[in-house]
Nanobody, 115 residues
Framework: QVQLVESGGGLVQAGGSLRLSCAAS????????MRWYRQAPGKQREFVAQ???????NYADSVKGRFTISRDNGKNTVYLQMNSLKPEDTAVYYC?????????WGQGTQVTVSS
């Protein structure tokens, strides 16, 4: 099992920045990728960004150039730096860990961007 705890959400004005954190614990040695997803009210959960165990990153087109995913292996933590935030970035952001073809989820953290 993998446990994930997100933090760092909040309220920010359009154009501002936030950094989300996701601390992983449990059986983390075989995690192949860490991801961020988000879900806006009334919408399906969507992929935001991924970082693999080898450090390869990829992003949804909607956040490319504004968001950066990174990790600190010593702290077992993954980050999502979000810059130039837009009102349409408002959502609950979820951290996920891919391990043995199973996706483990955190509880989510709310990000609200005001116009």
């Amino acid at each position: 099992q993998v446990q994930l705890v997100e933090s760092g959400g909040g309220l920010v004005q359009a154009g501002g920045s936030l950094r989300l954190s996701c601390a992983a614990s449990g059986s983390i040695s075989s995690i192949t990728a860490m991801r961020w997803y988000r879900q806006a009210p009334g919408k399906q959960r969507e992929f935001v960004a991924q970082i693999t165990s080898s450090g390869i990153t990829n992003y949804a087109d909607s956040v490319k150039g504004r968001f950066t995913i990174s990790r600190d292996n010593g702290k077992n933590t993954v980050y999502l730096q979000m810059n130039s935030l837009k009102p349409e970035d408002t959502a609950v952001y979820y951290c996920a860990a891919l391990r043995s073809l199973t996706l483990y989820w955190g509880q989510g953290t709310q990000v609200t961007v005001s116009s």
